[in-house]
């Protein structure tokens, strides 16, 4: 049996826009984790983001989706050593701590026979992460459509068409998902509900077809951003300025606080990001940003 691997997690924007906890993507920022089977004891160490935060626990995503995993397949008791490269930026809606869960279940797996499927493991990062719109796109990549069926998270991939930039606008403030949650009323219009639909089911469509003159309307919501507009200072200015400058539109990336813009690949995608930052620099939110591809291998093996 190996006793050390190391795992390589993509981030991921959930939501896509109007496919709230539902549609999700992922794309080539990437965390690293490497896991080593030791004889007791916990011991945690991080380069890059989160070095001043995380530490070395059962509470620790990284060790307990491992333990998770490890419980189920193997049984027996083992320490562990975890070394993290964090590239994605915490609590800023690009999956940082989906990337935590994914990595300790895809290193269990690998240093257990690799005895359980993707779809295996889809479910067991959804029942610690409570929601599968993130963890679906860190393991399977590409764009994903997941569900609950009787209990059971299931997740579709696919690749769209054609290719397209996604740019995020990273702000300096991070946003809690908690907090954003909390800004969702319980209960919508039935027509916000309908056009939620109707515009999900376009964005599909469109990266199906590469029919992309649709996206900029697919990727308009009623369900979640206007509610959360308020916590991300400048996100409708920047949302304009995006379009202005050739994007097909902009989204809220997950729970915030990122931004992510959707653009052809013929427009200057740092134009569109100077735009967009500059926008939210108007009102008071520094930010930076990254222009990035889908991922469509998820996590992997090194």
Known sequence: MN???????????ANCGPGFDTLGLACNLY?????????????????????????????????????KAWDIIVGSKTGLSVTMTNNIPLSRGLGSSSTAIVAGLVAANCLSGNTLSKNEIVQLATEIEGHPDNVAPAILGGVTISYVDDGKAKSLKFVPLKPFKLVAIVPDMPLA???????????????????????????????????????????????????????????????KAAII??????????????????????????????????????????????????????AIVL
Request: with cysteine.
């Open 177 to 239: 998902t908690s907090l954003a949650r909390k800004a969702i009323p319980k209960a919508v219009p039935h027509q916000d509900a309908v056009f939620n639909t109707s515009r999900a089911a376009l964005l599909v469509g469109a990266m199906l077809t590469g029919e992309y003159q649709y996206l900029g309307s697919g990727l308009c919501d009623r369900l979640h951003q206007p509610y959360r507009a308020h916590l991300i200072p400048g996100m409708e200015a920047a949302f």
């Open 3 to 13: 006793k050390k691997v190391t795992v390589r997690v993509p981030a991921t924007s």
């Open 245 to 298: 400058a050739g994007a097909y539109n902009a989204i809220i990336s997950g729970a915030g606080s990122t931004l992510m813009a959707y653009v052809p690949i013929d427009v200057s995608f740092d134009v569109v990001g100077q735009a967009m930052c500059h926008a939210l620099e108007e009102h008071g939110l520094h930010s930076v940003y990254h222009i990035l591809d889908i991922d469509t291998d998820g």
């Open 31 to 67: 965390n690293y984790f490497t896991y080593e089977l030791i004889e007791h004891g916990f011991s945690l160490s991080i380069e890059g983001e989160g070095s001043e935060k995380l530490k070395a626990s059962k509470n620790n995503l990284a060790f307990l989706s491992f333990y």
